[in-house]
């Protein structure tokens, strides 16, 4: 029904920087609120940063003034340029977004989440 695929990650140095695309795909009729989540090896997912479908944004207090979150409606993605990264930014990023979809006709509501990608920062 939905799909969310993600690019972007990569091996990058301490202060380098990196953008995060995040592109949904199926018989979609809107997408609410998108965000970014990560997960470090031994440590909980944690919600990095989250977008409404107005615009509206909110971060972790340890990536503001660093990342910034945005998004295209009319490409169904959404991006996350990380700036001055540090190597504790490594961790597994994922995409999140809370779709309403049409399924045989039917309009549903579910919350999806993309497979990862990989960003490592070190020296």
């Known amino acids: 029904q939905v799909q969310l695929v993600e690019s972007g990650g990569g091996l990058v140095q301490p202060g380098g920087s990196l953008r995060l695309s995040c592109a949904a795909s199926g018989t979609i009729f809107s997408i609410n609120a998108m965000g970014w989540y990560r997960q470090a090896p031994g440590k909980e997912r944690e919600l990095v940063a989250a977008?409404?479908?107005?615009?509206?944004?909110n971060y972790v207090d340890s990536v503001k003034g660093r990342f910034s979150i945005s998004r295209d409606n009319a490409k169904n993605t959404v991006y996350l340029q990380m700036t001055s990264l540090k190597p504790e930014d490594t961790a597994v990023y994922y995409c999140?977004?809370?779709?309403?979809?049409?399924?045989?006709?039917?309009?549903?509501?579910?919350?999806?989440w993309g497979q990862g990608t990989q960003v490592t920062v070190s020296s």
């Open positions: 977008i409404t479908s107005g615009g509206s944004t």
């Open positions: 999140n977004a809370d779709v309403t979809y049409y399924s045989y006709n039917v309009r549903s509501r579910n919350d999806y």
